[in-house]
């Protein structure tokens, strides 16, 4: 029997083509990791992706900052956090490359 909780898996940005402010939304736990992931349709891309974080939603600071290079592989680039927010979002700050889309995944668990 395991003590800790199961992770809850968030989408904080869908599959965008484009520069785009996601959602906010409130972690599960203090505990939390980003998985950014993206593709190209043809050749290859890139692509910035901002953690986002606020206490009262509408002061936000970035906590981090994901780089992928695209290609018509997915690639991926992760980031840990171990902090109290209330509030977290995604922030796809540059994306270029034919066909280009990018996700953003937040896990949080005990």
């Known amino acids: 029997m395991s003590n800790f909780a199961p992770a809850k898996v968030t ?3 869908d599959a965008v083509t ?3 402010t996601g959602a906010k939304v409130t972690p599960w736990s203090r505990k939390k990791t980003f998985q950014a992931i993206g ?15 606020s206490n009262d939603g509408t002061n936000w600071v970035e906590v981090d900052e994901l780089a992928l290079t695209l290609g018509t592989a997915v690639t991926s680039d992760t980031y840990e956090q171990d902090s109290t927010w209330k509030y977290v979002r995604g ?20």
């Open 39 to 53: 593709s190209t349709t043809s050749g290859v891309g890139a692509s910035t992706i901002g953690v986002e974080v």
């Open 18 to 20: 484009t520069t785009v």
């Open 91 to 110: 922030v796809v700050k540059t994306i270029s490359g034919t066909g280009a889309a990018v996700t953003l995944y937040m896990g949080s668990g005990q």
């Open 11 to 13: 989408t904080l940005i």
